[in-house]
Structure formats: structure tokens, C-alpha cells
């Protein structure tokens, strides 16, 4: 098998894809002589009205994945391989100016970082910007849908936090303020990178039934970024990141109920808390962790890049790639355990 040649896409769900990635590739210069490749060749794809939960590790590549579809890489990194389509449009051979339109109209990104906001500018003059650069309205109408999405948002007292400036909100005020301004125009696509970060179980679960109810009312496809299987829960499908690679794909019951990759297996067990013996009379728990580190991004491994971490690791395992194997019609998975099945 030639570890070089492309990947061949995903399991597919049904058709109707609004979004779909296929065989992207994204490497960041670290110097002259130097170049780390965060995404390798992934691909998959979103339907309209579908929520997609990708999981995986810090470092793995999320965040890259995210910014590679908004098309807001930093300098330093470039796409050397694939193609990204909404509604069968190449967004990479899409010129700036019809970026910017579409960025915030027809799809839009929450950041990890909630630390976006302007601090000059008064929040609900923020998200009115958004609304006013891509939806123009009165400005008493505008501001009544603002109000509404802060409601949605467990945001109370609606008009002292659209006066507000950022330092005069909290963490996760303002946190729900970012959230409202990628919500705020109704876009087919929404990227959620860690959307509920630094919130507590309450307000969790309020931004995942905002994000339930903007795909029933409006076929809003979502792309539910997190590090925590927990928050996933609200996704239909899920993808999970490994080294910048798609290392399993499929229904998120099915996933859940019967992982098929040693490394989702992991990852599950890690976010199950584990009673621990009593200290002083208080109840402990602890978590489980994957043991080592992941793989130098830098490089170029000629086996399996969670061979060193697994439990099932095999001689063959650092000497040979996995390709990604289809264990069902809707669920793939990348490990050479399945390789004699076929």
C-alpha cells in the first residue's frame, strides 16, 4: 500500500452534503528548513441541517480544521492539497471579496477564544455590525432580534448587556456574546470551536438546545467542535481527530455504544469518571489518561501514529499506515485491526 497516494472519502452519510472536505492537507512554516503538518488529507462532510461533533485531543488539529474552512489560516500556514465545497462551491479558489460575504451570511465560526470582542466597542454595537453588514434592517428591528438572541442565550437584562463594553461582562456573558454574533444572521454553516468552554452544566446545555433549535427551524448544519465526548452528545455524527488525521467516523450512538478505534476507545474512558477510595470523609473521583504523548507534528512516521499510546499496538502497527476502514455503510474506522476483515 503507498502511504503517499489519497485518501478515498469517508462513509458517507445521506446526500444533501452542504459541506464537503476531501483530502485536505495543512502545514505551518516553523523556520527555513522547517514545516509541521497539522491536517493530513482529511476528509468528510456535513448535510444541510446536521450537526457533526469532532473530537479529539488538544493539538490535534480542530482548530486548524475550523479555520481552514472559514478560510482564515494564519500566515504561516498553507493548504497543499484538497478541496473545500459549500453547495458545491470551491471555497478555495473563491477570491476574498466573496469570502467576506459570505463569512457571517452563509456560514460562520464560534472561537475557542472568547476574548474577541472588541473592548472599545459596546457588545450589542458588535453583533448589530454583523447583522448591519449582512442583513440591513431598522435599527429598532435589529435590535429586537439582538435581544432575542441574548435571551436564547440565558443572557438576562438584555438591554444592560447590549450597553455593556466586554471588561463590564464576565467570562461567560461574554462568551454567549461572541456565540450570538455567529448566530445572530441565521448562516446555513456554523463552526463551533469549544463553544462552551469555561461554562458551567447549565449554560452547556442551553447553547446546545440554541444550536438544536437553529437547525430545526432554520436547517442550519453545525460543525460541534470539542476535546470533551460530553458535549458532542448533541451531534448526529462524529469524527475523531488524531495527529491531524480522521482516525473514525460514524453515527454518534454507534460510535459511543461500540468504538471501533483504540484511540476513541481511550478518549471515552478518559471522560468516564472513575470512583476513587474516600480521603477525610469526601468522595474522589479520578480520570483516566492516555499514556504518552502525541507524535512530533514535524515527523513523517511510517506507521500509525497512535501506535506508541495503544493498548492493541501490533509489530506492524509502526511499520505500516491504516487506511480507513469500512465497518459499516455509515462507520469508518483507520486501524489495521480491521485489515484481515476485508
Do not use: W
Not at 446545555?205 to 427551524?217: C, E, K, P, S, V
Not at 481527530?241 to 467516523?249: C, K, P, R
Amino acid at each position: 500500500m503507498d502511504p503517499n497516494r489519497h485518501e478515498v472519502s469517508l462513509a458517507r452519510p445521506i446526500d444533501g452534503n452542504l459541506l464537503r472536505v476531501c483530502n485536505l492537507t495543512v502545514s505551518y512554516r516553523l523556520g527555513p528548513a522547517y514545516e509541521s503538518t497539522a491536517l493530513k488529507q482529511v476528509s468528510f462532510t456535513v448535510n444541510c441541517a446536521e450537526i457533526v461533533g469532532l473530537l479529539g485531543e488538544s493539538g490535534c488539529g480542530k482548530s486548524t480544521t475550523a479555520l481552514a474552512l472559514m478560510q482564515m489560516l494564519p500566515a504561516n500556514a498553507r493548504i497543499s492539497m484538497g478541496s473545500i465545497q459549500l453547495d458545491g462551491c470551491n471555497l478555495l479558489s473563491m477570491k476574498e471579496d466573496r469570502l467576506r460575504r459570505l463569512r457571517g451570511s452563509e456560514t460562520s465560526i464560534v472561537y475557542q477564544d472568547s476574548e474577541t470582542l472588541n473592548p472599545m466597542m459596546r457588545v450589542g454595537n458588535q453583533v448589530m455590525e454583523v447583522l448591519r453588514a449582512h442583513k440591513p434592517a431598522k435599527t429598532a428591528q435589529m435590535r429586537d432580534e439582538i435581544y432575542s438572541i441574548f435571551a436564547a442565550l440565558g443572557l438576562k437584562d438584555c438591554d444592560r448587556i447590549y450597553r455593556a463594553f466586554p471588561h463590564q461582562l464576565s467570562g461567560g456573558q461574554r462568551r454567549r456574546v461572541a456565540i450570538a454574533q455567529a448566530l445572530i444572521c441565521k448562516p446555513r454553516l456554523v463552526i463551533a470551536d469549544e463553544p462552551t468552554s469555561s461554562l458551567d452544566s447549565e449554560a452547556t446545555t442551553g447553547i446546545l438546545d440554541i444550536f438544536r433549535q437553529l437547525r430545526a427551524t432554520h436547517n442550519t448544519a453545525i460543525l460541534l467542535i470539542s476535546h470533551d465526548p460530553e458535549t458532542l452528545r448533541a451531534a448526529d455524527r462524529l469524527l475523531v481527530m488524531y495527529a491531524g488525521e480522521i482516525v473514525e467516523s460514524g453515527p454518534l450512538n454507534e460510535v459511543f455504544e461500540h468504538p471501533a478505534h483504540p484511540y476513541t476507545r481511550a478518549l471515552l474512558q478518559c471522560s468516564t469518571r472513575q470512583a476513587a477510595p474516600p480521603m477525610f470523609g469526601v468522595n474522589r473521583h479520578s480520570l483516566a489518561c492516555i499514556p504518552g504523548e502525541p507524535p512530533d507534528p514535524c515527523e513523517v512516521l511510517p506507521g500509525c501514529g497512535f501506535s506508541p499510546r495503544c493498548s492493541n499496538r501490533a509489530e506492524i502497527c509502526d511499520s505500516l499506515r491504516p487506511r480507513l476502514f469500512e465497518i459499516s455503510g455509515v462507520h469508518s474506522a483507520r486501524c489495521l485491526q480491521y485489515e484481515a476483515r476485508e
